[in-house]
């Protein structure tokens, strides 16, 4: 079986451009067809990579002796050589890319760095998508771009011409999924290492990061890694990724204000702000560096939830087309859920932080009327048209299957616990799904198998030995409360109902524009809607004073001089047309929680509650 060969560059970093080939030895003598994904796995919506080909050409032959080939494109990621006499040599296709996407889904290039997904640069050959392949990365070419390095978890070929750990070079993949399943960031980065239950794990931050203790963002994530090897391989302590890759890499790109992850089978890409990472010398845990561990947590953990168990509906994956599943409350949701609490399982925060955690993801769905309408497994599928293309609407028309799912993966994990006396738990659930779905589905000639949502529901009563199931289906397929408060009780955690705050309350939310106050959304059931306020207005004044984003009137201190029950005229811009719109102002929802560690009466747990040690102590 013949390889397929890639070849990319930096052609022209301050223009933004990749120059890519990819070369078939022996192209379809029908004609030759490749396309390019419109859509990149872990991200539910449809981007149409191909817009980005700026130009397009095909040749056949060898080098110097290239004859151009006519090529058809067929729609709108589809093109078509014309057909070609296998004598006639290779079929090349050469084309450019434009870069200029900074986010984890895509690409990214210019005079400091570079950065892409496959499913942006690499077109899949139509037909021998099996076929291994090789790739080499270019460098930029000038001495300004000398000290540049590559960091991917792509195997480095062997022999002359393969590239050396970091370096520039050739790189090798077993096939089109693999390929495009390995980031690749280019650049002057800082890089620290370290090892998790035998396996390398490289940590790489492109941006400026003055002062950055990487050597503690190592200690951090070994603990955070070794956790979850443990979790999933509490006897071998096999990492999944050593079967293939002998070494996974956190790839960061640091700006002022990023924050973003997307899982790949033995990597990350990340965004993160350059004020959440931890600065020598202090050894203070800001709220940000917790946000940014959790992060890494999430997209880590995904490396066995859903890069290797996965939903049926993904295997294999069709990337010119949505693909939709009811279960991404399961492979998001429980991923969230897990991110934290490996967080204080491993020591990086405390119980009481945990609960905050908790607290916090909880009042979050509680403040959107959406979870009242949609239930996750709903949002789930429908994450292509609602979740990922989000409108002023949102918040009273869906509900998160990431944040809502983590809860309902914390409420299915002490329902089970408190049934079994904490002797199964969703960890048991979790290993079985790994054993059975995971842990060979990139084993050579292993049949690849993704699971169904009914197989799911099956294998978590078996495990849990109790029937669950039933109450996991109405959580996931309807829109009621969880019975939270109640469950937290033998846990020795105590929900405690938030009192209205004294303040007014006008049910929106709001962003700074050019010295207004844009309102972006208006919530269902409170006073600026019942008052007729929209998405989009521009408020202007509040009881004759000015609103303005600082200040003296800030909007939230003249809120804070009114009582609920107040009725004050309030003055709008919508598009060029003066409104004035009185508002009655209404008290805050008591539909928030505060949750209070309760200590155990067990004098050998030193004063932790014995199931609550058991589940965060693991």
Known sequence: MKPIHYAIAPLQPEAHLFAVTVTVDDPDPAGQRFSLPAWIPGSYMIREFARNIVRIRADVGADVEREPVALTKLDKHTWQAEPIDAARGPLTLSYEVYAWDLSVRAAHLDRTHGFFNGTSVFLCVDGKADRPCTVDIHPPQGEAYRNWRVATALPEAPGRGGAKRYGFGRYLAADYDELIDHPVEMGEFTMGTFKACGAQHDVVFTGRVPQLDIERVCRDLKRICEAQIRLFEPRSERAPFLDSNRRYVFMTMVTGDGYGGLEHRASTALMCARGDLPVRGNPESSEGYRGFLGLCSHEYFHTWNVKRIKPAAFVPYRLQAETHTPLLWLFEGFTSYYDDLILVRSGCITEQQYVELLAKTWNGVLRGSGRTKQSVADSSFDAWTKYYRQDENAPNAIVSYYTKGSLIGLALDLTIRNRTNGRRSLDDVMRMLWRRYGRDFYAPGAVQRGVTEDEVHALIDEVAGVRVST??????????????????????????????????????????????????????????????????????????????????????????????????????FRRDELHVLPVTFAPEPATEYRLQLEEGDDRRQRGRHPLRARWLGQ
């Open 471 to 572: 109450q996991l289906r109405a959580w996931t397929e309807g829109t009621g409360e969880l019975p939270l408060p109640a469950l937290f009780k033998p846990f020795g955690i105590r929900a405690e109902p938030r009192k209205p705050a004294r303040g007014a309350a006008l049910g929106i939310k709001t962003r700074s524009e050019d010295g207004w106050v844009r309102v972006t959304q208006v919530l269902d059931g409170g006073a600026a809607q019942a008052a007729g306020w929209s998405a989009g207005d521009l408020l202007a004044a509040v009881d004759g004073l000015r609103v303005t984003p600082n200040g003296a009137g800030q909007l939230d201190k003249l809120l804070a001089r009114y009582r609920a029950s107040d009725t004050v005229p309030c003055h709008l």
